[in-house]
């Protein structure tokens, strides 16, 4: 029986990582992937396996993850979406929906197939932690040297060796990755508090084609100590010819770390 | 022995509602109340009992509460501070310590000697629910008419009669309160998504002197009403005069709202 190219279905996701032990499915744990397959598994009334663009670690947040499947059976995308919409947990919701041919015919790699990614570190500055935000920021009491960070930020920009910004079971095959922007902005606090005046809210976003496993949080540790006055601004371009994880800064909490959007061609 | 007036220790706290069963101590649950004192009897290891300036609901957030009370002994205000840090839950932070004298001589009374208070109200304009917001909104999907909803709020300003306005089990002996200012503002999200190009977050912010039980979300859940067309902004001026419940809208969720400030003289 001749059949046409496969289409898988995709769809854009956003979670608060701070349920789940990440992305990637694990027996007997919470994971984004395995709630989002329990539900498919309920729609469909069959398994279904999904392909991930990003594998966010543990307690790290998405706005604009892509996963795909291959549906056992045809669904339309608006009744697949209000079918997830009944089946997913309040703390991950699918915001946009999908059908799609990969090259050549075959299934669609949300690994290989996206367009670049975009990352957002929030950093609150505040000599008290804000209960209301604790799930979604690093709370640094400490005042930083903004300027400072973003000299030492443009020494990311570009294709280098990240070995020193890698975690030690990094499994990357090759260490060298493409970042294409850091910008780093100061926000006003959604709440601001009378009591401090000073404070505000900074965004580390980070842009790149693909990145090694908590490649973006040990970037921000570092810039963080740079922003503190204990390393220089210059001191960031040496650590990228595939320096050792010592070398490089702390790695920041997770909790501040949103993968903002996966970029995806034509959408 | 002649003593002279009584000095009453005043904290300034901000919690995250979600995971308490509201402000008041109640046997056997987690409330605000009860950790602090927990806390307070950690710390002078003799049991401490606390005056709230406000009895939030629960779910319901705080980011300035006053709270009162009596020190078994002196204990300097940065010490406590310091030592509250160490002893109270992440989801509760004591911003300010402070000593002072009541009326003659007698202990502070939280509740009747605030210069009044500042309540948020925080919807979430957007197709979709932001999954991390969702603690902290009401996410709504369908768009509001924030011109009616501004002239509608324009009728709660003055001295009137909220009888309308609070929850059945609501125990105070008058219904009259004084609103001196309701605002209705937007604001960018904190993540503002490419996907919905006109999700905005809404405040409701409403100060008064003092506040029958669930008024405020009352309110703002017939002022939402307005905002849908389902009543006429000129229906709000009858409602208060001593109306019954079911004629006013529905109670706005508890997540939504934030206590921002408990107004104290002087400080």
Redesign the interface.
Known sequence: MARGPMISTLL?V???GGGFHGFARQPGLRTVQGELEAALQAIYRLPVLTRGASRTDAGV?A??QVIAFDPPFAIPDAGLRRALAGKLP????A??VWGEAGDDGQPVQPRFANAGKHY?YRIHLAP?????T???VWPLARDVDVAAMRRAAAAFVGEHDFAAFRAADCQATTTIRRVTAVEITS?PL??P???WPDAC?LHVDVHGDAFLKRMVRIMVGTLVEVGWGNRLPDGIAPLLRGSERHLAGRTAPAEGL?L??VRWPGR
């Open positions: 854009r956003a979670y608060d947040h706005l604009g309040p703390d991950l919701v915001r946009d957002r008290v932690a804000d209960p209301l604790r799930r979604y926000h959604v709440h508090l009378a009591a809210e949103v903002v959007e």
